[in-house]
Nanobody, 115 residues
Framework: QVRLVESGGGLVQAGGSLRLSCAAS????????MGWYRQAPGEQRELVARLTGGGGTNYADSVKGRFTISGDNAKNTVYLQMNNLKPEDTAVYYC?????????WGQGTQVTVSS
């Protein structure tokens, strides 16, 4: 059973930065997308940023210009650099890697931004 392991969450003041990392416990093949989602209390899970096949990226409007996603398909790793964090970025952040057969999720890492 392949697991996605996330790290890098924590508590930071508004305006600060964090870098999230995600690695698969075993090799995944035929990756379609790699990305990050987040879920705040009482809210639905939402897309934050995603790498698509061919090197494309998608960002939520709320994080454009502040967050940068990067990754390595061959190593099944994906990163999220988060700068100028805001209290509204507080959420549990989930890594996702999707192949043509199924979607894999990490266990989530808490990001808390204090004002």
């Amino acid at each position: 059973q392949v697991r996605l392991v996330e790290s890098g969450g924590g508590l930071v003041q508004a305006g600060g930065s964090l870098r999230l990392s995600c690695a698969a416990s075993a090799s995944l093949f035929n990756i379609k997308t790699m990305g990050w989602y987040r879920q705040a209390p009482g809210e639905q899970r939402e897309l934050v940023a995603r790498l698509t096949g061919g090197g494309g990226t998608n960002y939520a409007d709320s994080v454009k210009g502040r967050f940068t996603i990067s990754g390595d398909n061959a190593k099944n790793t994906v990163y999220l650099q988060m700068n100028n964090l805001k209290p509204e970025d507080t959420a549990v952040y989930y890594c996702n890697q999707e192949t043509w057969l199924r979607s894999y999720w990490g266990q989530g890492t808490q990001v808390t931004v204090s004002s």
